[in-house]
């Protein structure tokens, strides 16, 4: 059984820890960069061109490293690893989850509604500590599942390009979710916005179910997670959205949810979980959860992609 992708997708994830997320003003890692290249794309052919175009280029950079390097394991390896670190996004989770979870700590309430602006669409001016709280959790949960299993489980059972595509229309699909309509629910990029769904359907899934099994070990409710999960997301208006949300907010014993308040509109998400409001002490342990969801998330990652390289091997 070739191991290239086991190892490959191991070291990545070391890297990630390792390295971490430079703070400059500079993009630090290839990913940064797609919504800027796809925005100056649609320019000139417009948006769902653009967004088609920008994913096809992904998948076949993935497909050229592994064809340039299908003659040198090593090289092979290595091409895995960076690759899987430049989609990771753990350690930005963990060091803006801990940055926001100080700030909210240290009543820096105007810093805290900065951070979250720039990583979700919903309006902060009016957000008080619980609703501050809410906001950097649900980053958190979202994050997690975007920008650490999917990419993991996408390179795990199909390599190199379906890691970079998966993490590129979850990228895109983001981009698209900051400009959505919430009174319509029309989105500027309606593509990105479908891609998205399909691609994270079963690392959502996925992610809440890593939460619920998880939650034991930062001294959460797993029966709760569970319960959460399976109850709460049935209204969710998103397929895939409020997964990870649910499973969090039960995991940590509290509501996340409800009203929230956009640009464009106002949602009436369902209210996920049961228990107390968030605090700034429940941040820091969302954080928390969110590593322990990414070593599970890794352990299976190298799991499937062993069973994918067996069952290559069994068809040829």
């Known amino acids: 059984?070739?191991?290239?992708?086991?190892?490959?997708l191991l070291l990545g994830v070391v890297a990630d820890g390792l390295v971490g997320e430079p703070r400059r003003a500079a993009p630090s890692r290839p990913v940064t960069v797609l919504p800027d290249?796809?925005?100056?794309?649609?320019?000139?052919?417009g948006t769902a061109a653009a967004t088609t175009a920008v994913t096809a280029g992904a998948v076949a950079a993935g497909v050229l490293a592994e064809r340039v390097t299908a003659r040198h394991r090593l090289l092979r390896t290595l091409a895995v690893a960076a690759g899987t670190w430049s989609v990771l996004g753990g350690a930005r989770i963990a060091a803006d989850g801990t940055d926001l979870a100080r700030d909210l700590e240290s009543g820096d309430f105007d810093t805290a509604r900065a951070r979250i602006a720039t990583a979700d669409p919903r309006c902060t001016e009016d957000l008080d500590l619980p609703g501050l709280s809410r906001a950097a959790i649900e980053v958190v949960?979202?994050?997690?599942s975007n920008?650490?299993?999917?990419?993991l489980v996408w390179g795990a059972v199909a390599g190199l390009p379906g890691m970079l595509g998966a993490r590129t229309v979850t990228v895109l699909g983001r981009r698209a979710g900051m400009e959505l309509d919430i009174a319509s629910t029309r989105s500027a990029d309606p593509v990105a916005r479908r891609l998205d769904e399909v691609a994270n359907l079963a690392p959502a899934r996925l992610t809440a179910t890593l939460t619920t099994a998880a939650a034991p070990i930062v001294g959460g409710s797993a029966p709760s997670a569970w319960q959460a999960w399976r109850r709460d997301t049935a209204a969710h208006p998103s397929p895939n959205a409020g997964r990870a949300e649910a499973a969090f907010a039960g995991a940590l014993e509290i509501r996340l949810g409800g009203r929230t308040v956009y640009p464009r509109g106002v949602a009436e998400l369902p209210v996920l979980g049961a228990g107390r409001n968030p605090d700034a002490g429940h941040v820091t342990r969302a954080v928390e959860l969110s590593r322990v969801v990414g070593l599970c998330a890794v352990g299976v990652s190298a799991v499937l992609a062993a069973v994918s390289s067996l069952g290559r091997r069994r068809r040829r």
């Open 141 to 144: 949960a979202d994050q997690t």
């Open 37 to 45: 290249a796809a925005d100056a794309l649609a320019r000139r052919i």
């Open 1 to 8: 059984m070739s191991a290239h992708r086991v190892v490959g």
């Open 147 to 151: 920008a650490v299993v999917s990419p």
